[in-house]
């Protein structure tokens, strides 16, 4: 049983140090370029912001809350 909870408590570890190394996401400013990023679009056809900018300007909107109850 001992054996077990050390591969945990090393995992545990590795876990801690990759956030910590990781550091923190800055965040994108106004007018700074987004980056390119990929989603899968209704019908499961992924589809490429780099491919939407070919075809003019982009505006991205979430709906957070548009498909839960009131």
Not at 5 to 30: D, E, H, Y
Not at 36 to 62: E, Q, R
Request: no cysteine; hydrophobic share 50%.
């Amino acid at each position: 049983m001992r054996r077990a909870s050390g591969g945990i408590a090393g995992v545990a570890v590795a876990l801690l140090l990759t956030i910590l190394l990781a550091g923190a996401a800055s965040a994108l400013q106004v007018g700074d370029k987004a980056p390119d990023f990929t989603l899968t679009a209704p019908g499961g056809k992924p589809v490429k912001l780099a491919d939407l900018l070919g075809k003019g300007p982009v505006v991205i909107y979430t709906f957070i809350q548009a498909f839960t109850p009131t």
